[in-house]
């Protein structure tokens, strides 16, 4: 969706330009040590975060009971869904993906270690960063019975980088070396690549990456997931069925699986109010109280690492001097932001981004609103009265509401921003990563995958134009360290360059809140930032 | 007659003409095409160059939209943008979705309103005419959606759980075996075109209560309901006839509103969505069937009119 010429329709520009956002540049997030070792197959510690330490709210536990079915309402969707396995964009693709096909690997909803699905190993060869072995899982069946083996993945993959006709996944792992990718036994492949990686697994283990058989035809959908293909109807509804021969013994607990596309919001929270979903994700955040008042129903709130970042252009006037991109970062009133932008549904951050990283360095001084020095930089910078152009459109929910509280913030410091809104046709239009001060929406995702997909000169969304030699110096040596300990305390170095002199203004990280009928049990928060704990409804079912 | 019929068929036919070219004309004036819009944030130049060869949009704009009336001309509607189905598969199920819920409302709030109009003209300056009157009024001056809206919390969410509060069609059924889902747009659209309809309908009533052929009939003592029901109504139903046809073709577009309210698997939040993904065969498809409604609605109102007026009946005999 993208034209927003009704006013109506910025909601669901919005929305679904935020899962597009989740779909697409998902790619996940540093291999911590714990994640490696889970890799291996032991049993890995809890990945990381540093950041936040406080939880969300509203996640439901108990007994389960098997059977039933389980109706969703999902946020947007329209003709143009699918439900082909490696081009989900709106939510309701996004949330039909994750049930229907598995990746080799997958963050977890928490958030935690690498969780290993149809791989059961993915391991650097011979302790270089450049070669990988996966080893499948043994026995994973797809629906229609046949065993995943090496020549699925490898199917899979090749469909993923087709150079005609890339996938999404093609932005995160178009560094495979795809020509000279080798099935080394009956259950294990060599993936080699065209650089070194250390965090490899995070890039491929999204869920938009998943397995599927030789010969894949979207029209008769094939997966590996809890849920099998029943049918599906674009802007409508899909039906699937519970998968008997799922590899995790007892899941799914539901027979059935129903997702309904809803364009408005008001229509979606008004379906679960009138009980006719069990179940809907982004539940604007002016509509809480009224979903916490009505008995019956829960609101799941999710802490992530969601950020929408101001993006400044540092190869062009007047943000190529560093100092007004400091001023700019000092005019922000972080609190108040988030107050006035997010219902106060989020926590204020520090222009850095992927806060569960390890390598995320909090002994970085938090910066707060300081309008006397900013002015003071400006004026050494001979940018007195600065006047700049913001472009922003409704592509995020938010996302316009931030740059007019941020205009507001900037006159306090004598900055005037002057708004230009677009629809969200126009600003994804042939501008699109060019404009010389704009905003951006990421997934919550660690720190070199976020860098692969936006801060290097090689990156598709490198809007801020970022191509600092030092930065990419540290990059690269990181990239190339297994090692995890050594590997942070270079990222930290590359951090702390973001930190000073980067092109980004990021205020804050924004909840994810979604909202259940209490006859359903087994929802957990997610820091990943997919609603309804990765939308595994397989973990989902009633309560006994 | 039959001259102008033939007449007024071929203006319907110029101006369904024109308003694909304006239609087609708006959508290129629309910033981005479909390929931008169907892959939005991922629109990395690699794969918009390949979809865009896919979805032959290097084509030019003319050759595309003479390939599109071609199409037309030979009863084809073309290729979705977004789906790569056909478009007449794409909207036919949601063509019938609208045309129900449309005929629905029409079929209670046409003979209602006339009825209303009557009894308040009938009732002139009374108490019930004051409260009809002025609650029409308000009515009229709500938005629909507004309308929707409240309905939704009165009968679906938080007063009272009557009726579904969204309209959930499963896909391969028809609107008219699921009736529930069908009761609060109906509602809603009823509750949207009946005031102005009694509203004309009162006014014309009561001027022609007040002419001197009803007093005539009267004074001859027939029944006060002869007098009104065949004396007076066939007389002040033409604006009335006209107002409704100008409420019907306003359904077929208002309808877009009301859908979108209640997530009604119809025309409405298709045509939203294609405008969204800039799925041109589908808007020009939706946009010309919508006209077409005009044209019919506006022609049938004046074969009526023509019908139930004796003058206009006779003239050119």
């Known amino acids: 969706m993208t034209d927003n010429d009704f006013s109506r329709e910025d909601t669901i520009g919005g929305v679904t330009r935020r899962q597009v956002l989740r779909g697409a540049l998902g790619s996940g997030a540093v291999l911590s040590a714990g994640a490696l070792l889970a890799a291996c197959g032991s049993s890995g510690n809890s990945s990381s975060s540093s950041a936040s330490s406080s939880a969300g709210s509203g996640a439901s536990s108990g007994p389960i009971k098997a059977g039933g079915a389980i109706s969703v309402g999902a946020t947007g969707g329209g003709a143009k869904d699918t439900i082909d396995a490696h081009l989900p964009t709106a939510d309701p693709d996004i949330m039909r993906c994750w049930n229907l096909y598995e990746p080799l690997a997958v963050r977890p909803p928490d958030f935690g270690p690498l969780q290993m699905m149809v791989a059961e190993s993915l391991e650097p060869e011979h302790g270089k960063a450049n070669s990988w072995i996966v080893k499948l899982r043994p026995g994973v069946e797809f629906h229609n019975g046949k065993t995943v083996a090496p020549e699925d993945v490898i199917f899979s993959l090749q469909r993923i980088l087709d150079p005609k006709n890339p996938k999404v996944g093609a932005a995160s792992i178009g560094y495979i070396d795809i020509k000279n990718i080798k099935k080394v036994s009956s259950s294990e492949i060599r993936i080699p690549l065209k650089i070194a990686n250390a965090t490899f697994p995070d890039d491929i283990g999204q869920y938009f990456n998943a397995i599927v058989p030789v010969g894949y035809d979207p029209a008769k959908p094939v997966g590996t997931g809890a849920f099998m293909y029943g049918s599906f109807t674009p802007g409508q509804q899909s039906v699937f069925k519970k998968f008997p021969n799922y590899w995790q013994s007892g899941k799914p607990y539901a027979d059935q699986l129903t997702i309904i596309d809803f364009t408005d919001d008001t229509a979606r929270v008004n379906a679960l109010l009138g009980g006719q979903v069990l179940a809907v994700d982004n539940l604007p955040s002016g509509q809480i109280a009224q979903v916490q008042g009505t008995s019956g129903l829960k609101v799941l709130i999710s802490q992530t690492g969601e950020w929408q970042p101001f993006t400044m252009r540092v190869d062009q006037a007047p943000f190529s001097d560093a100092r007004v991109r400091q001023a700019m970062r000092l005019i922000v009133n972080r609190p108040q932001m988030v107050e006035q932008v997010l219902s106060g549904q989020g926590r204020i951050a520090n222009d850095m981004y992927s806060p569960f990283d390890p390598a995320y360095d909090s002994s970085l001084p938090q910066r707060h609103q300081d309008v006397e020095q900013a002015k003071s930089l400006l004026k050494q910078a001979g940018h007195s009265g600065l006047a700049v152009q913001l472009t922003t459109a409704p592509v995020f929910q938010g996302i316009v509401q931030a740059a007019e509280v941020f205009a507001q913030q900037a006159s306090a410091a004598g900055v005037t921003v002057k708004l230009q809104k677009l629809d969200s046709g126009t600003f994804y239009g042939s501008n699109y990563l060019k404009w010389t001060l704009a905003q951006d929406f990421w997934a919550t995702r660690e720190y070199l995958p976020q860098v692969a997909q936006g801060s290097l000169p090689s990156s598709p969304f490198n809007e801020c134009h970022w191509a600092d030699p030092t930065f990419i110096k540290y990059i690269n040596e990181a990239r190339a360290t297994l090692d995890q300990t050594k590997r942070n305390e270079i990222l930290r170095q590359a951090e702390t360059i973001e930190y000073n002199s980067g092109g980004y203004i990021i205020p804050y990280f924004s909840n994810q809140i979604d909202a259940y009928s209490d006859k359903l049990t087994g929802f957990v928060e997610a820091k990943s930032g997919f609603p309804l704990g990765n939308y595994w409804f397989k973990n989902v079912g009633f309560k006994a | ?317």
């Open chain 2, 1 to 317: 007659m039959t001259t102008f019929l033939l007449r007024r068929v071929l203006l319907g036919l110029l101006t369904l003409f024109l308003v694909s070219i304006v239609v087609f004309a708006a959508t290129q004036a629309l910033p981005g095409n479909a390929a931008v819009a169907i892959l939005g944030r991922n629109a990395t130049p690699a794969r918009v160059a390949a979809l865009s060869r896919q979805l032959h949009l290097d084509r030019s704009v003319v050759s595309q939209y003479t390939h599109w009336l071609g199409g037309i001309v030979s009863g084809n509607l073309g290729t979705s943008a977004a789906t790569q189905q056909p478009v007449s598969h794409l909207i036919s199920a949601r063509i019938l979705n609208s045309a129900f819920l449309v005929i629905v409302s029409a079929i209670i709030a046409v003979p209602l309103s006339i009825a209303l109009g009557v009894w308040m003209a009938v009732r002139r300056d009374k108490p019930a005419d004051h409260i009809l009157s002025t609650t029409t009024l308000a009515l009229a001056s709500l938005p629909d959606f507004v309308i929707g809206l409240a309905l939704a919390l009165l009968l679906a969410t938080n007063v009272a759980h009557v009726f579904p509060a969204v309209s959930i069609v499963p896909p391969g059924e028809h609107a008219w075996n699921v009736p529930k889902a069908v009761v609060l747009p109906a509602l809603t659209l009823i509750i949207a075109v009946t005031p102005y309809i009694s509203r004309i309908m009162r006014a014309s009533m009561i001027e022609v209560l007040e002419s001197e052929y009803v007093t005539m009939a009267r004074l001859k003592g027939l029944p006060n309901r002869t007098v009104i029901w065949r004396h007076a109504v066939p007389n002040a139903i033409v604006p009335a006839i006209q107002v409704s046809a100008l409420q019907l073709a306003y359904m077929a577009g208002g309808v877009v509103l009301v859908e979108y309210v209640f997530s009604f698997p119809g025309i409405g939040a298709q045509l939203v969505d294609s405008v969204g993904n800039r799925d041109i065969p589908v808007v020009q498809a939706l946009a010309i069937i919508i006209a077409a409604v005009y044209v019919v609605v506006n022609l049938v109102a004046d074969l009526l009119t023509i019908v139930v007026t004796p003058r206009l009946r006779t003239a050119g005999r």
